[in-house]
Nanobody, 125 residues
Framework: QVQLVESGGGLVQAGGSLRLSCAAS????????MGWFRQAPGKEREFVAA?????????YYADSVKGRFTISTDNAKNTVYLQMNSLKPEDTAVYFCGAGRGLGSLTNHRLYNYWGQGTQVTVSS
């Protein structure tokens, strides 16, 4: 069983930055695929970024955030981060952290086994 708790959301002006954190409880954190997704009102949950830490680190990003967002992990703290720079109003959403193993697709939120409660990110123009 894995429990995930996100933090770091807030209100920021366009062009600003935020760093989201997702703290995980449970064992074998580094063996999970960790993903960040977001969901705007009336829209489906959308893939943002993912990281596979074992046996080697691999990072994946949605085209819409590539070059602006960075996903990283601190395995000693069982935490995954999402550094968001050059934020745009269209980045406004609730951001969720997900964890899963043996995923056939990193971008399909339905395949992730565990989710946090989400954190709101609002970017004003």
């Amino acid at each position: 069983q894995v429990q995930l708790v996100e933090s770091g959301g807030g209100l920021v002006q366009a062009g600003g930055s935020l760093r989201l954190s997702c703290a995980a409880s449970g064992r074998s954190f580094s063996t999970y695929t960790m993903g960040w997704f977001r969901q705007a009102p009336g829209k489906e949950r959308e893939f943002v970024a993912a990281v596979i830490s074992w046996p080697a680190t691999s990072l994946y990003y949605a085209d819409s955030v590539k070059g602006r967002f960075t996903i990283s992990t601190d395995n000693a703290k069982n935490t995954v981060y999402l550094q968001m720079n050059s934020l745009k109003p269209e980045d406004t959403a609730v951001y969720f952290c997900g964890a899963g193993r043996g995923l056939g697709s990193l971008t399909n939120h339905r395949l992730y086994n565990y989710w946090g409660q989400g954190t709101q990110v609002t970017v004003s123009s």
